[in-house]
């Protein structure tokens, strides 16, 4: 049987320190606050105050396209890092490219 039991703690603590959505992920159980999920991320606007990164747009047809292609294995040999923080497919590319060469070198 299917259990969609989680349970996500909102604190006055972290929404004082600015922080949206104000979730504690040690007081919250969910599958979506694994580590293994949470991990595999994309500069969000929101979150550009945070992280320094400034946020990006994907066009839903690139998205779509790409997902396309990492499910053809079209991007098999690129290395996982290439996938963090970063906006569109070509900038996967290029930042594999950049680890390829920093390594090479």
């Given at each position: 049987m299917f259990s969609s039991r989680s349970v996500h703690a909102i604190t006055v603590k972290i929404s004082e320190?600015?922080?949206?959505?104000?979730v504690d992920p040690l007081d919250s159980t969910s599958r979506m606050l694994s580590p293994h999920i949470l991990v595999r991320s994309f500069p969000f606007h929101v979150a550009e105050v945070f992280t320094g990164a400034p946020g990006k747009y994907v066009d839903l047809n690139e998205n779509i396209n790409s997902f396309q292609g990492l499910l053809d294995g079209k991007y098999n040999d690129l290395p996982e890092q290439s996938f963090y923080m970063?906006?569109?497919?070509?900038?996967v590319v290029a930042k594999a490219?950049?680890?390829y060469k920093e390594a090479a070198a």
């Amino acid at each position: 049987m299917f259990s969609s039991r989680s349970v996500h703690a909102i604190t006055v603590k972290i929404s004082e320190l600015g922080i949206y959505p104000a979730v504690d992920p040690l007081d919250s159980t969910s599958r979506m606050l694994s580590p293994h999920i949470l991990v595999r991320s994309f500069p969000f606007h929101v979150a550009e105050v945070f992280t320094g990164a400034p946020g990006k747009y994907v066009d839903l047809n690139e998205n779509i396209n790409s997902f396309q292609g990492l499910l053809d294995g079209k991007y098999n040999d690129l290395p996982e890092q290439s996938f963090y923080m970063v906006g569109g497919i070509d900038e996967v590319v290029a930042k594999a490219e950049k680890i390829y060469k920093e390594a090479a070198a």
